[in-house]
């Protein structure tokens, strides 16, 4: 999955936004499920930027929320 920059979110609609943090829970439970069986060698820095950026999706999500 592609690095998202807050800028770029920001121009996106409220559905969107939440489509985009539906694909990056699915992306990250994936992930996680593949570190708790042992099989997660060369994905193992993704983990962290996918909690980053869903931490970004949902602050955006909220403001638009809030708005």
């Known amino acids: 999955m592609p690095q998202l ?15 985009r943090i539906a694909e990056y829970q699915k992306e990250y439970l994936r992930l ?3 570190s708790a069986r042992g099989t997660i060698a ?4 993704k983990i962290k930027r996918i ?5 970004m ?6 403001e638009k ?3």
């Open 5 to 19: 920059k807050a800028k770029d979110v920001r121009s996106l609609s409220l559905e969107e936004v939440s489509n």
């Open 32 to 34: 996680k499920t593949l």
């Open 42 to 45: 060369k994905e193992s820095g």
């Open 51 to 55: 909690r980053k950026t869903l931490a």
């Open 57 to 62: 999706l949902k602050t955006i999500q909220r």
């Open 65 to 67: 929320v809030s708005s």
